[in-house]
């Protein structure tokens, strides 16, 4: 099946516990990824649905598997909770892809663990097929993130707030270290172990550094550095989408960039900088637009937990650490902007940029604009719209705002500003077709929407009907192009279909 290999598994003990799947009482496939399969170099699809739903309920073990649950802790909502670890998630080993990467396999939801605390181990099947759902989306949309490889229902009951049907998930990354895993190390001042964790982090995830860098503070410096980089590059993507992560807690961000942890994580649908969906997130601290500062205050805890490393006296490993942190916030922008470029169809960059997309964002805003749509919309119309467009041809996109802002004058101001963007536009030589192309390449048609989600899980929760589930699945795959057939998922949720809380249901 797939080669493995248990590098993890030779770190010191404190960094993992063994322990194995619980099994299962009726495991049944719901959605195995044969292409990610294959991409990691197993041919799976001509084994049966039954031998896939053993393996990956963790009923049957794949062959060469090691499984442990990796140990780490985290700050959650601000405050340090000093013992996390995988309470539902196992690590059957790592693969080596035909290509030569290698990425973590692991379960989510196939049993208790010594890091289980009071927790059941297990998932219900609504997270499951959200986590799915999403993360291949993300993958589609362009996204660094975890990949889903498999789901299956258990054939057992699981309790939350309500008796819900069980679900296992199998997950893919690069790999499951989160700046929690670093913080465990340091926090305990086990600085031998975060040593050789670092190391192992620069092997898997920043093998350059090894040959950039002199193997002492130099070289921790400078990982410091690429995680930073990759962090804001990660939430710019975030941010230029309208996703919202919803606990961006330092368990749940890794070291490689990827977006890990997928809970109560939402799309924007009508444009509100201070979005907030997770029903656990009261204070807003994961608001949408507080996303890169978060990003910032989780790498500060990075920083500290490897101050050790960065240099023997401790005043001069913070100013390396705050020259480091330093490099987010226009690193940060940098991406952004590039992003938002992009999604405008301007090929060359203007001083003033920033300003022209800061001045549509508050339009959309006050305007109650759906953000996906209205780019969207923008793409398709650049091909026919020149400077001397008339408030006629902006009509797709003034009909966009809300009946029900709060401004009235909303739709005079866009037009200003659509004028703004077509002036621009017309200072650069590209033809009209070629700019609406490129926008097309950068605006998706196609979201993982609030609605969408709930209406699919509801199906597979009330009917055992997972053939909305897979619908949904085959359109997010495909996110830039227009499929003729499923016009109305472009669509925002109806009044009556809007979905105003999400919640982690773990
Ligand atoms: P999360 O909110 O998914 O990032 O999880 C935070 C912590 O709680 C992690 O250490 C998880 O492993 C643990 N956890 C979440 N749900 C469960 C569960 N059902 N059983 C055991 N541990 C859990
Ligand atoms: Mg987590």
Redesign the pocket.
């Known amino acids: 099946m797939f080669r493995l290999q248990h590098r993890f598994a030779q770190l010191p003990h404190t960094c993992f516990h063994h322990c194995q799947p619980s099994s299962v009482s009726a495991p049944q496939l719901i959605a195995f990824n044969h292409e990610l399969a294959a991409q990691l170099g197993a041919d799976t699809r001509d084994l049966n649905d039954a031998l896939l739903a053993d393996l990956f309920s963790g009923n049957a073990l794949l062959p060469g598997a090691q499984v442990i649950a990796q140990n780490y802790c985290g700050h959650q909502f601000g405050q340090l909770n000093p013992q996390?670890?995988?309470?539902?998630?196992m690590l059957l080993g790592e693969i080596i892809t035909p290509d030569q990467r290698i990425v973590d396999l692991q379960l989510k939801g196939a049993g208790r663990t010594p890091?289980?605390?009071n927790?059941?181990?297990?998932s219900p099947l609504g997270p499951v097929l959200r986590e799915y759902l999403l993360s291949e989306a993300m993958h589609a949309l362009g996204v660094p993130t975890t990949r889903a490889l498999a789901a299956v229902l258990s054939g057992d009951t699981v309790y939350r707030d309500t008796a819900q049907p069980g679900a296992v998930f199998t997950r893919v990354a690069s790999s499951h270290i989160r700046i929690g895993t670093l913080q465990w190390f340091a926090l305990r001042q086990e600085h031998d172990t975060l040593t050789l964790l670092a190391d192992f982090v620069i092997e898997r995830h920043y093998p350059e550094l090894l040959e950039q860098t002199e193997p002492n503070g130099t070289r921790y410096l400078a990982l410091l550095t690429r995680i930073i980089e990759r962090q804001a590059e990660l939430i710019a993507c975030w941010m230029q989408l309208g996703f919202i992560h919803g606990?961006m807690?330092t368990?749940?961000m890794t070291v490689s960039g990827e977006t890990i942890?997928y809970?109560p994580c939402a799309f924007m649908d009508e444009y509100k900088a201070s979005t907030v969906y997770s029903a656990i997130d009261r204070r807003g601290r994961y608001a949408f637009q507080n996303q890169p500062a978060i990003g910032q205050w989780n790498l500060t805890r990075l920083a500290e937990a490897l101050l050790p490393l960065l240099h023997g006296d401790q005043t001069q490993a913070i100013e390396l650490a705050q020259t480091a942190l330093a490099r987010f916030q226009p690193h940060y922008e940098q991406a952004w902007l590039t992003h938002m470029r992009q999604k405008c169809g301007w090929f060359s960059t203007q001083a003033d940029d920033g300003l022209r997309i800061e001045q549509l964002l508050t339009i959309l805003e006050a305007g109650r604009i759906d953000y996906t749509l209205f780019f969207r919309t923008l793409a398709r119309h650049a091909a026919h719209i020149d400077v001397q467009a008339s408030a006629h041809d902006w009509q797709p996109l003034l009909a966009l705002c809300h009946p029900e802002a709060e401004r009235r004058d909303t739709d005079q101001v866009l037009s200003i500003w659509l004028h703004d963007w077509a002036r621009r536009c017309a200072q650069e030589e590209h033809r009209a077709t070629a700019r609406s192309a490129f926008m097309l390449d950068h605006n998706p048609a196609y979201i993982p929407r609030n609605h969408r989600i709930a209406e699919v899980i509801q199906a597979a929760e009330d009917d055992h009907d997972f053939a909305p589930f897979h619908t949904l699945l085959t359109i997010l795959q495909s996110p830039y192009n227009e499929q003729p057939n499923y016009q109305a998922y472009q669509q925002p949720p109806k009044a009556q279909q809007r979905v105003l809380r999400t919640f982690?249901g773990?």
């Open positions: 996390l670890g995988d309470g539902r998630a890091f289980s605390r927790g059941d181990g297990r606990v807690n368990d749940n942890d809970g982690c773990t």
